[in-house]
């Protein structure tokens, strides 16, 4: 069955700073991965998104996440941390066979702080 | 263009009324989604429709929930006899559904259901 495991409940970082959100998932085959942002009372805002090629997705906003098969991981990634990012991050994992219903990890908080 | 829409933005009912949740989605798309998030959790799929076609209900509750997606107007997601742990954020997202296995979910802003 696939799941999406987000290690990290809750990350703290200095503006300016560099950031990393884990993101491990368990699935059968190749997924297709993705990553989401909530800001508080907000939707979901799509950041970047893997199905196949270049294993290093850019995404907006300057962000960018790294599929590593051997590893299992999707981890997204950001040189230089504003204020504006403060929200809850989600990875989410797609089926390749066709069916269409994402699986969520249980998100990331970040609190960016002076 | 207008992203997905979803109304009322929060609703709020008592135990056993019924709850009535709209979603709206992309000029063009004819898929839609459904998820629910619980506090402190990510969120769970309940359903996904095409227009007039449930394609996947394997995440709805086998009771009080239902889901249609008519051929004119928004999608609807209604709970019956609502109880206290019905109280959540229910997203809609829709997709274009040209190609199954690339298709891309863009998310509303939710509904935000409050059962006193």
């Known amino acids: 069955a696939q799941s999406v495991t987000q290690p990290d409940i809750h990350i703290t970082v200095s503006e300016g700073a560099s950031l990393e959100l884990r993101c491990n998932y368990s699935?059968?085959?190749?997924?297709?991965l993705f990553w989401y942002v909530q800001s508080p009372g907000q939707g979901l805002q799509l950041l970047l998104k893997?199905?196949?090629?270049?294993?290093l997705v850019q995404g907006i906003k300057g962000f960018e996440a790294e599929f590593k098969r051997s590893q299992s991981s999707f981890n997204l990634r950001k040189p230089s941390v504003h204020w504006s990012d403060a929200a809850e991050y989600f990875c989410a994992v797609g089926h390749q066979t066709g069916a269409n219903n994402l699986f969520f990890g249980t998100g990331t908080r970040l609190t960016v702080i002076p | 263009n207008a992203g997905v829409m979803q109304n009322p933005r929060h609703l709020v009912r008592r135990r056993g009324q019924e709850a009535r949740l709209r979603c709206s989605p992309m000029?063009?798309?004819?898929?839609v989604y459904w998820y629910r998030q619980l506090p402190e959790e990510g969120l769970k799929f309940m359903v996904y429709?095409?227009?007039?076609?449930?394609?996947?209900e394997s995440g709805m509750p086998k009771e009080r929930f239902s889901a249609e997606f008519p051929k004119e107007g928004p999608s609807i997601l209604r709970i019956q006899q609502v109880v206290r742990g019905d109280s959540a954020a229910y997203f809609c997202a829709s997709s274009p559904g040209q190609t199954r296995v690339t298709d891309t979910q863009y998310f509303g802003p939710g509904t935000r259901l409050t059962v006193l």
């Open positions: 893997y199905f196949s090629g270049d294993t």
């Open positions: 429709l095409q227009k007039e076609n449930i394609i996947d």
């Open positions: 699935y059968g085959a190749t997924p297709y």
């Open positions: 000029k063009g798309h004819s898929h």
